[in-house]
């Protein structure tokens, strides 16, 4: 039924629009997914407790009181989802691997076999489907024990991570070739360690926020490096992270509001991007002034902002083999009438954003259709970071309980064809990843908003996946490799 209406869907765009662009032949597409979101199998074997697991057992912070115990039970049912990937048609996979899964007290003195087990079940699975397996080192669930210890406040971590990183390039690395070392580092610092909006909801923005990027760029950082000193000579590969980004548009053509957009987007992306992409390295000049003089005049004796060594900037800089983005929406930008003396990120970038009413929206209040500012974003990333190789590495659309979901065909058509614009632009993207392969676990909002191309009966206690029109749609585009002009 789903099959018949999204044919007569596409026969229906096609009479009317006509025209077909064609994606080019370097151009690769895959599908994404973490592990909290949906593995499940919490406490299976000696799997150790994580961030998300204390957030939804301890507080009442999700929306429907949800958790990810089984989310869509992947950790049992990874062999249905590698048949999934197979119907779509994707060239990639992009899965996260769970730290605490791998190492029950974060620390890697202690390796878990059964989490060995289950991604080199899944990553074989991949390769003899095909498909070529993405994995990413951290998608936000940090051990428990970690945290308690202060997570990504804590310099240590770093150090810490680098052995996690150590532990899978070694268990992994003769079959994954492809290497994510952070999910959304903006997220994981300004929401979980800044605000309430991610484990851990630390909500201390204007200091914990800036601590936890320190040292998460110090991080990824050693991580790309042992990866190019150490496993590339042996496993070839290539290793970066993926920066989420909203595109900042200027409110009015006013010199102020085009001001306050372009420091909208160097505290957004700047401030992980340009210590990495830059060529002078660092944080971006604009934040570094910006909170050096706020917090002096607040009475701190130094800048809010931890400050790199001569040695940390070259040493950070340039650890990348592409840019890794994660995009969805656009904001506007303002400049305020007035500047809060207030303590916090959002208070020392000193902008207000807003959206137009006129955007369609989703089943996210975050989320509105705007698909030319992905074709803005694309070209910042070329003029900012000398038009460097892009993976999209997420993208995609909300909705609410909805298998005939023609709004994420018409976004997933948009959003393509303002990528086909980019591409025109000479921005190079070489892959394009649409979030998410199946419904999941949505952090804060439970199970209420839905991402996936398949459909998952959350009632079920088999956790019953079925195709969404959009997974035709989809398949559709590989298959042919064009898409209608919108
Ligand atoms: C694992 O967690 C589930 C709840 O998600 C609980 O019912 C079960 O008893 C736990 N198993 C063990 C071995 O602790
Ligand atoms: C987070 O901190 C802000 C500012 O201090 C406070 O108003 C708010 O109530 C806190 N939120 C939570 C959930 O603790
Ligand atoms: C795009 O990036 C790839 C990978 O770095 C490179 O091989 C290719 O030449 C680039 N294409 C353009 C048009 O710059």
């Not at 490096?225 to 993926?242: E, K, N, S």
């Not at 506007?332 to 500047?339: E, N």
Request: net charge negative; with cysteine; hydrophobic share 35%.
């Amino acid at each position: 039924m789903v099959f018949i209406k999204t044919i007569t869907l596409l026969c229906l765009l096609i009479a009317v629009k006509g025209e077909l662009r064609r994606f080019p032949d370097t151009l690769s597409f895959g599908v994404a997914t973490a592990s909290y979101q949906i593995e499940g199998a919490w406490n299976a074997t000696d799997k150790g407790e994580n961030i998300w697991d204390r957030l939804t057992h301890t507080t009442d912070m999700i929306k429907d009181r949800s958790n990810g115990d089984v989310a869509c039970d992947s950790y049992n049912q990874h062999k249905r989802d590698v048949e999934m990937l197979k119907q779509l048609g994707v060239d990639y996979y992009r899965f996260s691997i769970s730290w605490s899964r791998i190492l029950p007290d974060g620390f890697s003195n202690r390796l878990s076999q059964d989490g060995i087990a289950y991604y080199d079940s899944l990553i074989n699975d991949l390769l003899v489907a095909n498909i070529t397996p993405f994995a990413t080192l951290y998608h936000w669930d940090l051990p428990q024990r970690l945290q308690d210890l202060g997570g990504w406040s804590n310099p240590m971590m770093a150090d810490y991570f680098l052995d996690f990183a150590e532990v899978v390039f070694e268990a992994f690395g003769d079959r994954v070739q492809n290497w994510l070392t952070f999910n959304e580092p903006w997220v994981v610092c300004l929401q979980g360690y800044g605000g309430v909006g991610k484990a851990p909801a630390l909500n201390m923005s204007g200091i914990a926020e800036y601590l936890c990027a320190h040292n998460l760029i110090k991080a990824h950082a050693m991580a790309y490096h042992l990866y190019d000193d150490v496993y590339r000579p042996l496993q070839g590969g290539r290793i970066g992270w993926t920066l989420n980004s909203n595109w900042h548009e200027p409110a009015n053509q006013y010199p102020a509001d085009i001001e306050a957009a372009e420091r909208a987007m160097q505290f957004h992306l700047g401030w992980f991007g340009h210590p990495v992409f830059s060529t002078e390295g660092d944080y971006p000049q604009v934040m570094k002034e910006r909170i050096a003089k706020r917090s002096l005049e607040q009475g701190y004796p130094r800048s809010r902002l931890p400050e790199f060594t001569t040695e940390e900037i070259a040493y950070i800089r340039g650890t990348y083999d592409f840019f890794g983005l994660n995009h969805y929406t656009t904001t506007l930008v303002r400049m305020p009438t007035t500047i809060s003396k207030e303590l916090s990120y959002y208070d020392d970038l000193g902008t207000e954003g807003f959206e137009d009413p006129a955007w369609p929206g989703s089943a996210s209040v975050w989320l509105k259709v705007v698909p030319w500012g992905f074709r803005n974003l694309l070209n910042w990333i070329k003029e900012n970071y000398y038009n460097p190789e892009i993976i999209v590495f997420e993208n995609g659309f909300s909705d609410r309980d909805n298998k005939d979901d023609v709004d994420r065909i018409s976004y997933y058509n948009q959003y393509l064809n303002a990528l086909l614009d980019a591409l025109e632009d000479g921005c190079n993207v070489t892959a394009y990843t649409a979030w998410s392969l199946m419904d999941n676990f949505e952090w804060l909002q439970g199970y209420t908003e839905r991402f996936g191309l398949y459909y998952v009966d959350f009632n079920d206690p088999r956790r019953t996946r079925t195709p969404k029109a959009s997974a035709f749609y989809y398949k559709s585009i590989l298959e042919s490799r064009t898409i209608e002009r919108d």
